[in-house]
């Protein structure tokens, strides 16, 4: 297949997922703030997760800048990158389809905001991250190129870090005992392939 096939596929599965953010965000800049981290880190994130995935896809599909790090890669590898961007995508849909009016772009808590269990939600506390570390593997093999993906993984790596703490103390703080049992009971990104025994 052509760079121009894989760049659609790759653009296509980004705004897919650009589609999926904008339905759900429509009502979020509606809702009243309780809590709210306003912090330069968090600005900082904010930027890094608006740009560490659009724009190498968008240089590598438009410019040659990227081909000393193009890999051969078969066929073969690069359907498994287009599944597992597929994928991300869809989990991607069910993590706001079960954060619901919860969904927020920066760290907050609003005034109606319930702690959710439900859904991605019941198997790791941070799907909405995972589904991104999917991603970053996705595009990595289906542009087959060193720079997309190294960029997209220590985008994500980078926000795992950061931001994980501080979220997990905002809603601590806000749900107490819940999140308490919410961490204890489930994995931060990764889904336990056996059922611990109760
Ligand atoms: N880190 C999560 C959510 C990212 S969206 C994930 O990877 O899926 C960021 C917002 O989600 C934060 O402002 C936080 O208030 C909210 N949030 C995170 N986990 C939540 C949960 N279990 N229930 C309700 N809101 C949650």
Known sequence: ???????????????????????????????????????????????LAQTGFPLPMALWAVSDFFDFAQLDLPLAARMVG???SVSSVTLFFFVHRALGQNFSPVLEIDASHTLVRHGPY?????????????????????????????????????LCISRIPAE???????????????????PRLFPRLLRRRS
């Open 1 to 47: 297949m052509s760079k121009l096939t894989y760049s659609i596929l790759l653009l296509g599965c980004y705004f897919i997922r650009m589609s999926i953010r904008y339905v759900y965000s429509r009502r979020y800049t509606r809702s009243e703030k309780v809590v709210k981290e306003r912090s330069g880190k968090e600005l900082a994130n904010y930027l």
């Open 168 to 186: 997990e103390k905002m809603l601590a703080n806000t749900f107490g005992e819940d999140y308490q049992v919410l961490m204890a009971e489930t």
């Open 122 to 158: 019941a198997l790791v506390r941070h799907p909405m991250y995972s589904s991104l570390i999917l991603f970053a593997f996705g595009n990595g093999l289906l542009s087959a190129n060193l720079v997309v993906f190294g960029v997209q993984l220590a985008t994500i790596t980078t």
């Open 82 to 84: 287009l599944a597992f």
